[in-house]
């Protein structure tokens, strides 16, 4: 008798548990349901929040196409390395991020793939609160799901600032090198791919030494990803750079 009474309640605790788990489960579907359509038209909205941005800053919009593969290269190699076939978010770079953030007590580092970036830029603030982190991921993904990689990566490099009062990969190449983006080189791609995660530190005009520095980074990214070796990161990273404006070319 009392193996059966302890029986019965292993049942009901068994029992109590899983309520709790599909009470949980439902009430977290519900939440990424009304997320979802809270979100849905905004998200659909990027391109023109995008295009927005070059509109108001009388920057030119450059389809795909039209960008250096140099630049494509170097920009994924270092800022989001598995972009072609993650969902919009890097578990392997948020377990990194939550590492740092855990051991700091602060929300210091973003683990940021390009697809949240771009989220970040046209839908969020910059505040680094879990509420805008959770934000970032969910529409991330979904922004992944409503978009091909080739339309995501547009958008991105239209929209990200580049320093200079530079805002995309047209306007940039133009006002630091004097050519369009489809004409950058190696060298000078690397260095503009490396600005995006402080653009105004790294601003070349003002800051060639942290420019040059954080373009070594680039090129050793560009290394671990088996794009070149280490000879030929060697030989870009020492290639004289030609600004477009004559009064930075002392700084080479």
């Known amino acids: 008798m009392p193996m059966m009474r302890t029986s019965s309640h292993t049942v ?25 359509t809270a979100n849905w038209q905004a998200l659909q909205q990027l391109p023109t929040l995008a295009r927005e ?20 290269r170097a ?6 390395r598995s972009f072609y076939r993650n969902w919009g978010i890097s578990f392997q770079g948020m377990a990194r991020a ?5 051991h700091t007590g602060q929300f210091t580092q973003g683990g940021s793939t390009l697809t949240q970036q771009l989220i970040r ?11 805008r982190k959770v934000s970032g991921i969910l529409l ?37 090198f004097g050519v369009p983006p489809r004409q950058l ?14 653009p105004s530190l790294y601003d070349p005009l003002v800051h060639y030494h942290l420019a040059k520095d954080r373009q070594r980074q680039v090129l050793d990214s560009m290394v671990q990803d ?4 280490l000879q030929q990161a060697h030989q870009i990273f020492e290639a004289p750079l030609h600004f477009a404006n004559a009064v930075h070319q002392s700084l080479r």
């Open 12 to 36: 009901q605790h068994c029992g109590r548990k899983w309520h709790g788990l599909m009470v949980g489960f439902g009430l977290v579907t519900l939440g990424l349901g009304i997320f979802y």
């Open 53 to 72: 941005i070059d509109v108001q800053h009388h920057a030119p919009w450059t389809p795909l196409d039209q960008v250096s593969p140099n630049f494509i």
């Open 75 to 80: 920009l994924i190699a270092t800022e989001d």
């Open 98 to 102: 939550a590492w740092v953030d855990l």
């Open 121 to 131: 830029d046209l839908l969020l603030s910059t505040a680094k609160t879990i509420t």
């Open 140 to 176: 991330s993904v979904m922004a992944t799901i409503l978009y091909t990689k080739t339309q995501l990566l547009t958008m991105y490099v239209n929209e990200v600032y580049l320093g200079d009062h530079a805002y995309g990969i047209g306007q940039a190449s133009i006002q630091y």
């Open 185 to 198: 080189t190696l060298p000078e791609a690397s260095l503009l791919a490396g600005l995006p995660q402080a």
């Open 226 to 229: 088996g794009q070149i070796s």
